[in-house]
């Protein structure tokens, strides 16, 4: 069985940027990523319905 190659973390970092994961924290070394598949906008009653949202 071939050994995997190693990464350093930033090529790790960049490719799941790549991939769609985005920055959410970081402390001290470890940073923290997170993949939203969609957002949810919350509309007020007041608020007029719009379609530039989709």
Same mark, same amino acid.
């Given at each position: +069985?071939?050994? $995997?190659?190693?990464? &350093?973390?930033? *090529?790790?970092v960049? =490719? $799941?940027? &790549?991939? %769609? #994961? @985005? @920055?959410?924290?970081?402390? %001290?070394s470890?940073?923290i990523? =997170?993949? /939203? $598949? #969609? /957002? =949810?906008? +919350? #509309?007020? @009653?007041?608020q007029?319905? *719009?379609? /530039?949202? #989709?």
């Amino acid at each position: +069985m071939k050994k $995997l190659p190693s990464l &350093k973390a930033k *090529d790790v970092v960049r =490719i $799941l940027k &790549k991939l %769609g #994961f @985005e @920055e959410d924290r970081q402390k %001290g070394s470890h940073l923290i990523l =997170i993949f /939203t $598949l #969609f /957002t =949810i906008v +919350m #509309f007020k @009653e007041s608020q007029k319905f *719009d379609k /530039t949202y #989709f």
